[in-house]
């Protein structure tokens, strides 16, 4: 069974809700964001489409009851649960594991800071 890490980003309250803050995670552009109800999720900050890091500066909203976030260039929507492209079944962004522990800190938490492709 492998060890799960916890890796501490930022406090929950340094998080504005509904808009995208950007970390860097061992050398990649990762964008948080905070949705109020739903939790904190963690996505590539490239976009594939538009192939800038934009993504942190995309808008959270729903598809059908399921958080996404748009793309502030193409339009595009993904998944902040999947990372998967509504409008391209062909294009997905990276997603990692996150949430808030005990001290009110967003941890990204992942065996060896593993993520999810879609």
């Not at 963690?42 to 500066?57: E, K, L, N, T």
């Not at 260039?73 to 962004?93: A, M, P, R």
């Amino acid at each position: 069974m492998e060890q799960m890490t916890q890796t501490a980003l930022c406090r929950l309250d340094e998080l504005m809700p509904n808009i995208g803050s950007i970390v860097l995670i061992e050398g990649e552009q990762v964008a948080l964001f905070f949705v109020p109800d739903h939790g904190v999720y963690a996505v590539q900050d490239w976009d594939p489409i538009g192939q800038a890091y934009v993504m942190s500066r995309g808008i959270v909203g729903d598809i059908d009851g399921e958080l996404c976030i748009a793309s502030p260039l193409y339009k595009q929507h993904f998944s902040l649960i999947t990372g998967q492209c509504f409008e391209n079944d062909q294009v997905c962004l990276k997603v990692w594991p996150v949430g808030v522990n005990e001290d009110g800190r967003v941890c990204l938490y992942s065996s060896y800071l593993k993520f999810q492709r879609c």
